[in-house]
T-cell receptor, first 112, second 113 residues
Framework: QKEVEQNSGPLSVPEGAIASLNCTYS??????FFWYRQYSGKSPELIMF????GDKEDGRFTAQLNKASQYVSLLIRDSQPSDSATYLC????????????FGTGTKLQVIP | DTEVTQTPKHLVMGMTNKKSLKCEQH?????MYWYKQKAKKPPELMFV???????INESVPSRFSPECPNSSLLNLHLHALQPEDSALYLC????????????FGSGTQLSVL
């Protein structure tokens, strides 16, 4: 069974620290990887996507992908209380634009 | 415009009611999706429309009936729902290429009494 796994948390970090969220996936052929942020009662919001091995940076966010280890991570620098949310890792199979497999999400709490 | 608009935002219905959820996007996306999300769970795919044709039905009960009248609109017709169908219903859209990103609407919080 194709799976995407995340630690459910909560992950608690102090304000200003780096938050590190991790995700592993089982389908070695997966090619597209996404991070969504979801506030309680709201819809998921895309914050990062990555297709190639290595790092991708956007402001305070860095996505890291290691296809050999089937591992994708999200780093949030200078964490703010407004970053407190659930972060969903999502993975697309090859050629499969239609089906996205979501992880169960990691709840992040940034403590002021 | 990078917005997917869903209406209504909240809906309460009885088990004998018929209601519809609506979704609209003007990003030129040709794939549109319905997801269901229960509390503290990830979104679950229900239906996918590609070029206005139903391409995926994830074995959803017939009390949920999707419709895609044109490339910008997606509806979900609800009839004879059960209390366990109470959830956040999310519409999303994307381009049809394999690497394309999903954009979600704000969702409809549905309560079935």
């Amino acid at each position: 069974q194709k799976e995407v796994e995340q630690n459910s948390g909560p992950l608690s970090v102090p304000e200003g620290a780096i938050a590190s969220l991790n995700c592993t996936y089982s389908d070695r052929g997966s090619q597209s990887f996404f991070w969504y942020r979801q506030y309680s009662g709201k819809s998921p919001e895309l914050i990062m996507f990555i297709y190639s091995n290595g790092d991708k940076e956007d402001g305070r966010f860095t996505a890291q992908l290691n296809k050999a280890s089937q591992y994708v991570s999200l780093l949030i620098r200078d964490s703010q209380p407004s970053d407190s949310a659930t972060y969903l890792c999502a993975v697309k199979p090859p050629g499969g634009y239609q089906k996205v497999t979501f992880g169960t999400g990691t709840k992040l709490q940034v403590i002021p | 415009d990078t917005e997917v608009t869903q209406t209504p935002k909240h809906l309460v219905m009885g088990m004998t009611n018929k209601k519809s959820l609506k979704c609209e996007q003007h990003m030129g996306h040709r794939a549109m999706y319905w997801y269901k999300q229960k509390a503290k769970k990830p979104p679950e795919l229900m239906f996918v429309y590609s070029y206005e044709k139903l391409s995926i039905n994830e074995s959803v009960p017939s009390r949920f009936s999707p419709e895609c009248p044109n490339s910008s609109l997606l509806n979900l017709h609800l009839h004879a729902l059960q209390p366990e169908d109470s959830a956040l219903y999310l519409c999303a859209s994307s381009q049809v290429q394999s690497n394309e990103k999903l954009f979600f609407g704000s969702g409809t919080q549905l309560s079935v009494l």
